[in-house]
C-alpha cells in the first residue's frame, strides 16, 4: 500500500527520519492539520503547508487516507476502512498505513487529537 511513490516533498520522495515505530496506536485519534490546504486531481493529492510553503504530492490510496483524516479518526477504524476498500492483507495494511501516518506526522501534516 505505502510504497516510495505515495509521498512527495517538492516532486522528491519524503525521506525525512520517521518518528518512533510505536506511533501511532491503535487507539490513537488523527487528523489532517489545519495548517494546509490540498486538491485533488485524478485520485491523487497535492497539498501545501501553508506554515512552511512546502508541497506534498500523494499517491490514490495515500489520498484515500487524506480524505478520511479530514475528520479525527481513531488509526484502528482507519485501518479497518482502507482494508474494505483495497484488497490488502491487514497486518501489511497496518504496517503501511503506520509509516505513512508517522510520514506525515513528521511533515507536520497530521497530528494526534484527544
Not at 525525512?16 to 485520485?43: K, M, N, T, Y
Request: contains cysteine.
Amino acid at each position: 500500500m505505502v510504497d516510495d511513490d505515495t509521498v512527495h516533498i517538492a516532486s522528491h520522495p519524503l525521506t525525512v527520519p520517521l518518528g518512533p515505530s510505536s506511533w501511532p496506536a491503535p487507539a490513537s485519534r488523527l487528523v489532517a492539520s489545519s495548517e494546509q490546504i490540498f486538491c485533488e486531481h485524478d485520485g491523487e493529492a497535492v497539498i501545501l503547508h501553508i506554515t512552511d510553503g512546502i508541497y506534498y504530492g500523494l499517491n490514490k490510496t495515500a489520498t484515500r487516507v487524506w480524505r478520511l483524516l479530514q475528520e479525527p479518526i481513531n488509526f484502528e477504524t482507519l485501518s479497518i476502512r482502507i482494508q474494505c476498500e483495497i484488497d490488502v492483507d491487514p497486518l501489511q495494511c497496518k504496517a503501511d498505513l503506520a509509516e505513512l501516518m508517522r510520514r506525515l506526522r513528521t511533515a507536520r501534516l497530521v497530528h494526534d487529537v484527544p
